[in-house]
């Protein structure tokens, strides 16, 4: 059985994950207003796979026979001043999540909840994913030094990561 506070925080990391969607979401709608074609289907993927990370949750809660409660969520930031200040952002967020999740995996084993911290390895595994990646992404625009014809290369490779 999960301890009411788990439920409370699995709650929390639910609208956190509805946080991050509605962020890429965003992120792609600015990718798509400043010419990034592949870098706003690639954030698009992105904010899918989030909602997708906030159905998992919602369902746990469910076959745990807990109540999923979703929360009024702020508002992410619209304006960028570029796709390394996204990218840059997008990094910082998911050590965020990362951290969050950590921090749950230490709850269920502090309080034995052997079950939740199973369901939370697929998380931390996932994270360290999304990670790699985005640090990954970083690294290729800050190689480019964001000089246009270089930023038209990672916007091609952002299309492919996504079409991967």
Known sequence: MIKQEMVVNLNKQL?????????????????????????????????????????????????????????????????????????????EHEKMISKKIKNLSFQAIDTKDYLTFHFLKWYVEEQCEEEKMFKSILDRIELVNEDPSGLYFVDQILKKINNS
């Open 15 to 91: 609208n956190l994950e509805l946080f991050s969607s509605n962020l890429y979401l965003q992120m792609s709608s600015w990718c798509n207003s400043n010419k990034l074609e592949g870098s706003s289907k690639f954030f698009k993927q992105q904010s899918i796979e989030e909602t997708s990370h906030m159905h998992r949750l919602f369902d746990y809660l469910i076959d745990s026979g807990n109540t999923p409660k979703i929360s009024s969520i702020d508002s992410p930031p619209e304006h960028f001043p570029s796709l390394k200040e996204i990218v840059q952002f997008s990094y």
